[in-house]
């Protein structure tokens, strides 16, 4: 082999040994073979963040392996597969922990998200336990501050804490009063000065100083107080008018006060006709060696009654114990001082005397002779006793035995009717006749040989039951204990009683009774809610319904619209009799609503009228003009009445014009006047389409349009106009039924209208059937929407087979 061959055969030996070599030596995934020949792990993540990002994502971290790696999402953040880890190239986005469940900062905290973390702040009025400003750890909690640790509020206020914050209220006496605040710098409690409106403060004759956060009450010259000196409650303490300045003792008396009560003593030498010490307001003592009876002694006598009569007039709440108690005293004193004067007289001697104020009649006997007849009939100008005269002396031996009939004329005007037998508590009475006091000089005056009797002439009279009463001074009550009725007409009644004092007569006036008053509270309550339900749909009928759209509905509307707000009041203020101011307000807005109401009436009977006599012209009744009449007119009427006699608004009973008064009428009469009116125009208006008819008139479907709504209008006039001719009878007893219908009418005045104007009208009743078959048809197909599409057709292809 020659030295060619030998270096060819060496290099391919040696080509094949590197080739062979190279093949033999491969590394594993993951692995490089490095310059030893060794295979090396490869980091796949690189050495630096752009490395790690390209290879994973952004926001991630990569981590190497041996032979492999993986990727994670940066705390904060996460994929959109929720993965862990992962080895493909995936960005992470970051993750808001502030929407996290359950809350990553605990109650009472405010949350707020950062790149990739969060942190949390408490709510203001909170601190964590640490005091920390921030933290991401949400054990570590918010607690509320108690703000009212520190002067937070301000001098004069009270602080409240409340959770998470707290409150500011000025103490009484300062203001704002009862609003709260949280800023002492912008609204601060300052000294009320509460003498502003003294009246309200401390009432009528008293004068106010104000003192810091308070005020103190004390009663005005000429005035004395019922309690302390000064005071700040009105309701417990008042100032009275010092009487003793106003000369209320007669003469020979001295004046003295206490406590606010006054009451007159007899100076040295001189007595009361009884005898006492003591006489009340304005009577007069008597020197005590005074025997016989003068006319001088009786006309102080007229004094003492005249001012006490206008003194118990002022007198403002006469149903209390201390005015009852005037009235006995009164009438104790008039008793005594004239029986007095009647054992002065001669035997067989009457006098009488008579003013403007009462008429007196006084007899006596002696010696112990009694006048043929035995009976004393003593008579004023109205009244008249008849009494044995063994009642009137007592006992079998006398010197002297008087009786005396007095009548006060004035009385009976102050004297409530209250009577104390349980039967006759529900029962309204009147007083009818005048007070009368019979006396006699018999001690035992409960006890009488025989019954007296007491003969009364009517002051009023209205054919209902009488009573015979008489005054129990101790109770301070009229009573029919022992007094009976013997006779009664329309001018006297007759009465027997069984022993003596002040007597009237009272009537019983009719009030309804028994089951009528549930019955009739049950027929108003539903009638009512029903009439309100029915105009208010008649109220949506008119303003929504387009194609009757018309100067008449308009008229409509006003008309349910004022029939709406005064049933409305009527169902929840007519009984609110507590508030004498809330039911004059009630029934002054009745006044209004329900005369509003026949003024839209009347409205509606000239557009008619205006719509046949001329030619048709629906649209000559412009909307302001109505307007004004409609809600002008009424205000005018109410305004009027209520400067005439504001009292008429409002009664005991109910929210509504005072009866007895005769206030009604101003209600009456005004609704009368329209009524009669509106009468005239459908008069005319149907005697025009009478004529029309008669005629061959092209207009006939507007002539039969126009009759439809003459009849409704009348229907409806009669219907609202009658309610009131049975609202006047129905307060007389023997008309119970009245009650009954004018009850049942006046409550369901709205079902009425919503009748004639919606149901009997086609074009109506066509609307309402449109919306029921919209309403149908949406809940058919509500009800097909739940089913899926192959049942829906199936559904559907039955119904139709059906139909």
Known sequence: M??????????????????????????????????????????????NESTSSARCGAHTDCYNTQGSYYCTCKKGFSNQLG????????????????????????????????????????????????????????????????????????????????????KCTCKKGFTPGERTFTNKTKTGCQNVDECLNVMERCGPNANCVDALGSFNCSCKNGFVSTGEATFTDKTKIQCKADLCLSRICGPNTVCRSKAGRFYCECIEGFSSASGGARVTIRAPCVALESLRPRSSSFQDVNTFVGQSIKSLFKFENRNSEEFHRLISNFLNIIEKYSIKAARNLSHEEIKNFSTDQFDVIIQAIRNNTIPKGRRAKLATANNIMDIDWNSVAGKESFDVAAAALISIKQLDCLMGANISDSADNETKLELISEVVTATVTNTDKENLAGNVILTFKHKKYNNQTTKCVYWDSLASVWSTHGCMLQHSNATHTVCTCTHLSSFAVLMALYEIKGPHIYNLDMITIVGIILSLVCLFISILTFTLCRSIKSIRTTIHTHLCLSLFLAELLFLIGISRTENKTGCAIVAGFLHYLFLTSFAWMLLEGVQLYLMVVKVFNAKSLQLKYMCLFGYGFPLLVVGISAAAYAQGYGTKEYCWLDLKSGFI????????????????????????????????????????????????AVAQLCLLGCMWIFGILHFQENTI???????????????????????????????????LVSICHMKKASKYSEFSTSSTQGLKSTHETGM
């Open 2 to 47: 020659d030295t060619r061959s030998s270096f060819q055969l060496g290099l391919a030996i040696c080509i094949f040994s590197v080739t062979y070599s190279a093949k033999a030596k491969k590394c594993d995934p993951g692995f490089y073979l490095d310059s030893k020949r060794n295979c090396t792990d490869d980091n796949e993540c690189g050495d």
């Open 83 to 166: 993965k862990t880890n992962f080895t493909s190239r995936m960005n992470c986005h970051e993750i808001n922990e502030c929407y996290q469940k359950p809350p990553v900062c605990g109650p009472n905290t405010i949350c707020h998200n950062t790149m990739g973390s969060f942190y949390c702040l408490c709510k203001k009025g909170f601190i964590t336990r640490l005091g920390l400003t921030n933290f991401t750890d949400g054990s570590a909690g918010c607690i509320d501050i108690n703000e009212c640790v520190t002067d937070i509020c301000g001098l004069n206020a009270e602080c409240t804490n409340t959770f998470g914050s707290f």
């Open 665 to 712: 009428w101003a209600f009456l009469i005004p609704v009368s006047l329209i009524i009669l009116v509106n009468a005239g125009f459908f008069i005319i208006t149907v005697w025009r389409l009478v004529d029309k008819f008669s005629s061959l008139n092209p207009d006939m479907n507007e002539l039969k349009k126009i009759r439809a709504f003459t009849i409704t």
């Open 737 to 771: 039924a009245m009650t009954y219908i004018f009850t049942i009418i006046n409550s369901l005045q709205g079902v009425f209208i919503f009748t004639l104007h919606c149901l009997f009208n086609k074009q109506v009743r066509d609307e309402y059937a449109k919306i």
